[in-house]
């Protein structure tokens, strides 16, 4: 079977984390992805670390399966290459800085004028138009201005989330949109100038605390890992870690007392029978609890829960999540190549039973310059020149 999106070539002028995430999944879906980069660097996640064998953890991340064209988009001959690309292009993406897209040439109503049927997206911090349109747009700035960080952490402190939730949240829009304007377009011809901004995906995903808010009047409370609404919800000491266990029902209450702790004469008491009088008893309800949790090892608990149903998850730390017994059983890491190893990457989330998805190379800055060039019809000559003048950047041929 053919990839869902074999045939279809997307260009994405990208940098950072929220362009690139959807442009990398719109890769792994088949599509040939033309990724525009600087030629002073590339792209500015390329010199976040070195961690990943000498390239950057969030390159090797979000970079597999595309084509680095290094272009100086500063130049009128850059600007006509990359041009020249989009006209042959299904997609295009851009996260520059605002209004920059359109100073380049490369705003949506003058590239769909001449291309009526491309797909634009214009992935942004704001949002155009509004007082924070210009606004610097860092994934932690969006997450504290989206309401995100005031629900996250514990009672005394405040945190960002340990992943870039505002660029994820963008990202994961823009590819669904994106989706959805070709599948539109296979029916009707029609292109599609789209805009995401990093803002308003966060705040969709506030939408529990959200509505908590505007039909309480009341800021939702930090609760670390528990809830404000359930008990017990938390983090539990074993006497070797520590295990989260979660009761979202009475009946969870009966199975958690009785099939893990043998304390049926807790089942019933006034202070814990139902959900409603555990909260109001939370302490007490978390301290009964945290008393019976800490006799067993975090394995041995574990198992019981799971035998008796009751919804239970050992807190692992990064390494241990990246050997989970569920991932090896499932057989989802894979090897790809970067520019200096061969290293790990995890297929994508979503599985098709007809075929694989295609885990393909983290390019190297400007190594498929020379071969995209040529396949839009410059000479080698034409190559060459532009190399030589520092309009774009390819390595030696060897």
Not at 375 to 391: I, M, N, Q, T
Request: proline letters at 6%.
């Amino acid at each position: 079977m053919s990839l869902p999106l074999s045939g279809y070539t997307v260009v994405s002028v990208e940098q950072a984390v929220a362009a690139p995430l959807p442009t990398r999944q719109l890769a792994d879906l088949g599509a040939r992805v033309i990724k525009v980069e600087r030629t002073d660097g590339g792209d500015l996640a390329r010199g976040y670390d070195h961690f990943v064998e000498g390239t950057a953890a969030h390159f090797v991340w979000l970079n597999r399966g595309k084509e680095s064209l290094a272009v100086d988009l500063k130049s009128d001959r850059g600007r006509a290459i990359v041009r020249r690309l989009i006209d042959d292009a299904d997609v295009f993406v851009q996260n520059l800085a605002p209004g920059a897209a359109d100073r380049l040439g490369l705003g949506a109503a003058r590239l769909r004028d001449a291309h009526p049927g491309l797909i634009v997206v214009n992935l942004s911090g704001y949002g155009s138009g509004g007082p924070y349109e210009r606004r610097k747009a860092y994934d932690m700035l969006v997450q504290a201005e989206a309401g995100l960080i005031s629900i996250t952490g514990t009672a005394d402190h405040a945190v960002k989330t340990g992943i870039p939730t505002s660029d994820i949240a963008s990202g994961m829009y823009c590819a669904q949109a994106v989706l959805a304007a070709l599948l539109r377009r296979e029916r009707t011809g029609e292109g599609a100038d789209i805009e995401v901004s990093m803002f308003e995906s966060t705040f969709e995903w506030m939408g529990y605390p959200m509505y908590s808010q505007l039909y309480t009047g009341q800021q939702p409370p930090r609760m670390g890992v528990g809830h404000v609404s359930i008990a017990p919800y938390d983090s539990y000491p074993t006497s070797d870690g520590e295990i989260l266990i979660g009761i979202q029902s009475d009946n969870g209450w009966r199975a958690l007392m009785t099939e893990v702790f043998s304390r049926p004469d807790l089942v019933d008491d006034p202070r814990f029978a139902t959900n409603v009088d555990r909260v109001a008893h939370r302490a007490e309800c978390d301290e009964v609890v945290a008393g019976l949790t800490a006799a067993f090892t975090a394995d041995d608990l574990s198992a019981r829960l799971a035998r008796a149903g009751v919804p239970a998850a050992e807190i692992r730390d990064v390494g241990a999540a990246a050997g989970h017994p569920q991932l090896t059983a499932r057989d989802r890491w894979r090897r790809i190549r970067t520019e200096n190893a061969e290293v790990d990457a995890l297929l994508p989330p979503a599985t098709f039973a007809d075929h694989e998805a295609p885990m393909r190379d983290v390019p190297a800055l400007g190594q498929h310059t020379r071969s995209i060039l040529s396949a839009a019809g410059l000479s080698d000559d034409e190559v060459a020149a532009a190399c030589a003048e520092g309009v774009v950047h390819a390595p030696p041929t060897r």
